[in-house]
């Protein structure tokens, strides 16, 4: 059964609830952000800003789980359950490459969240079709380097103070694996269930 909802328990031993995110997310997506520390968004958005455009807003919950994935882990107990961290992935038009994003809140640093949220994005991508991913991030993110090296990826170019980072899907997969607790990624396989066949385009207007 595909659920793609499940509730699970990280290395750290603390409860998570994990789904995919879209429309319905706008305002905790807008939170997230706010709830970064400015270093932290920095990281995320090479911007310190607090806010970031309402345009950007709507790209982030524009997901459709084909042609972008995204998964949010969401604190239940606490009031709204907001988003305590979100991995995308971003299918490049007509193509089986996605480029990925993270973003965890600080009070969640190391606690194996965002492997776990990685780990079901870049499982659902699979499933759709994705066979490589790229992601970009600062140099100075040691963090996202250091996992991004552990999912196999290398760093395949730099252009001024961002490092871009290209995997093989399958490869992102067996590591990550590795780096889930069992019962996590359990539940994770569970909650993914069968894929699910491409969404249809809306047809371009061409009443012009």
């Known amino acids: 059964m595909n659920t793609h909802t499940f509730s699970t328990r990280l290395k750290s031993g603390?409860?998570?609830?994990?789904?995919?995110?879209?429309?319905?997310?706008?305002?905790?997506?807008?939170?997230?952000?706010?709830?970064?520390s400015d270093h932290s968004r920095y990281l995320r958005f090479f911007t310190g800003a607090k806010t970031v455009p309402e345009a950007v807003i709507d790209q982030l919950?524009?997901?459709?789980?084909?042609?972008?994935?995204?998964?949010?882990?969401?604190?239940?107990?606490?009031?709204?359950a907001p988003l305590m961290g979100v991995?995308?992935?971003?299918?490049?038009?007509?193509?089986?490459?996605?480029?990925?994003?993270?973003?965890?809140?600080?009070?969640?640093?190391?606690?194996?969240?965002?492997?776990?949220?990685?780990?079901?994005?870049?499982?659902?991508?699979?499933?759709?079709?994705?066979?490589?991913?790229a992601a970009d991030t600062l140099a100075e993110n040691h963090a996202a380097?250091?996992?991004?090296?552990?999912?196999?990826?290398?760093?395949?170019?730099?252009?001024?103070?961002?490092?871009t980072f290209e995997f093989d899907a399958a490869t992102a997969a067996e590591r990550l694996d590795e780096m889930v607790a069992p019962e996590a990624l359990a539940d994770l396989r569970e909650a993914l269930g069968p894929r699910r066949p491409a969404p249809a385009r809306a047809p371009s207007d061409q009443s012009a």
């Open 145 to 163: 380097r250091a996992l991004f090296r552990a999912m196999g990826g290398h760093a395949a170019g730099r252009d001024g103070l961002v490092v």
């Open 14 to 36: 603390d409860a998570v609830y994990l789904r995919p995110i879209g429309p319905r997310d706008r305002a905790r997506e807008v939170a997230l952000i706010a709830g970064f």
């Open 87 to 133: 991995v995308r992935a971003i299918r490049r038009d007509g193509s089986d490459v996605a480029d990925l994003a993270m973003g965890v809140l600080d009070a969640h640093h190391g606690k194996g969240l965002a492997r776990l949220l990685m780990a079901a994005v870049v499982h659902d991508a699979i499933e759709a079709g994705i066979t490589r991913f």
């Open 61 to 80: 919950v524009n997901v459709d789980g084909y042609h972008h994935i995204a998964w949010g882990a969401l604190d239940l107990e606490t009031a709204g």
